[in-house]
Each structure stands twice: as C-alpha cells, then as structure tokens.
C-alpha cells in the first residue's frame, strides 16, 4: 500500500516554462488536496477537490490549475512558472471530512 | 507553559519534560481539528485529532485538549524525547469542510 506517491521529489524550471506535479494515492479517497509551503509560512492550501470532476480553489490558487478525471489521480499544473512558485508543494488525501488527511513526501521546486 | 491563544513559534525544552504547544483557530464553526508533525525534508505525520463535540482525547504520550470558547487547541507531549523534535502543526477544516486549513507551525526542539 504506497500511500500519497507524488513525482518528482526535485525539479528546476525556467521562468515561463509549464509543468505538471503529479499526484496519486491508492487509498480510494474522495478528497484530495495540494498545499504549498514556504519557510515560515506553514502550508497554505492551492486547490482541492471532493471527488472525480469536483474542484475548487484554496488559499492560494493564482498561478495554478487543477483537474480530477479519477479518484486516484489530482495533478497540478503551473502554465507559466515564475520565482515566486519556488516552494515544497505537498499533496494529500483524505477519506471523510472528520478523518486525518495523508501526505505525500512533497515535490521541492525551484524557479530560476 | 505557555500563554493560552499565544503562538510560539519555537518551544525548547529538556528531555523527559512535558511539552505544551498552543494553537489558535480562527472558524467557529470548524468540526474538526487535528495535529501534525512534521521532520526536516518530509511531509506532515498525523499525531492525534479531535472532534467539536469533545474537550480533550488522549493518546500515546499526547493529549490534544479543545476549548472552543476562546477558538483555542493545544497538543501536550508527556516525557519528551529528542525524537520528538520536529515542526508541529494544528489544522481546522476550511469553511467547505473539506479541506484542512493549517495554522503556523512551532517547531519543537529537545535537548538531552
């Protein structure tokens, strides 16, 4: 049982480049969600969504697009990377609302 | 111990101390609460979380107690370890109920 696999684990990219997070948990949850954090700031909710089809923006949306075509899946996509996305964006997955959520081991991105 | 509502943002104590972290919250309504821990280069661990229809819950060395009447959580670690260092976070469900919502972490740290 994997749990929340999240690839890469390190990436650099230019500024304007596009790229997709990857995000997958085996554990048939419904909810899933992407957090990015900074030093200092905590983890600070991007997007999540409450099932296949079904999303909806967080704290921090700008710059980032979500879909959810299976429950396995939830990518993150940046369309045109710039230094201020340099951050560790974790993903996670939970079962119901009043139920822990599980954290993948984050992807490390930089922006140059 | 600390001051209740005030975050700290570091808390150092010695081994074998009981250890007293504080969280504020901000949505009244929020049924759900809940404690990370999180290690240098990986993502948050699940500690212990607590329902809105109860003041404390208690697990293995830890204690979360809740008072809602002043929006206010706290994680209470017996005999601290110097494994238990680390950046503790507490989270609330956000207004969708959905999706957790993280507070500023305080990052503990034990001294033998």
């Known amino acids: 049982n994997a749990g929340v696999t999240q690839t890469p684990k390190f990436q650099v990219l230019k500024t304007g480049q596009s790229m997709t997070l990857q995000c997958a948990q085996d554990?048939?949850?419904?909810?899933m969600s992407w957090y990015r954090q900074d030093p200092g700031m905590g983890l600070r909710l991007i997007h999540y969504?409450?099932?296949?089809?079904?999303?909806d923006q967080g704290e921090v949306p700008n710059g980032y697009n979500v879909s959810r075509s299976t429950t396995e899946d939830f990518p993150l996509r940046l369309l045109s990377a710039a230094p201020s996305q340099t951050s560790v964006y974790f993903c996670?997955?939970?079962?119901?609302?009043?139920?822990?959520?599980?954290f993948g081991q984050g992807t490390r991105l930089t922006v140059v | 111990g600390e001051s209740v509502g005030l975050h700290l943002p570091t808390l150092s104590v010695q081994e074998g101390d009981n250890s007293i972290i504080n969280c504020a919250y901000s949505?009244?309504?929020?049924?759900?609460f809940i404690w990370y821990k999180q290690e240098s280069g990986k993502g948050p661990q699940f500690i212990i979380d607590?329902?809105?229809?109860?003041d404390k819950r208690q697990g293995q060395r830890v204690t979360v107690l809740l008072n809602k009447t002043v929006k206010h959580l706290s994680l209470q670690i017996a005999a601290t370890q110097p494994g238990d260092s680390a950046v503790y976070f507490c989270?609330?469900?956000?207004?969708?109920?959905?999706?957790?919502?993280f507070g500023k972490g305080t990052t503990l740290s034990v001294s033998s």
């Open positions: 996670a997955s939970r079962a119901r609302f009043d139920t822990e959520a599980f």
């Open positions: 554990m048939n949850h419904e909810y």
């Open positions: 969504s409450v099932g296949a089809g079904i999303t």
């Open positions: 949505n009244s309504a929020s049924d759900y």
């Open positions: 607590i329902r809105s229809n109860m």
């Open positions: 989270a609330e469900n956000g207004q969708a109920g959905t999706a957790l919502i």
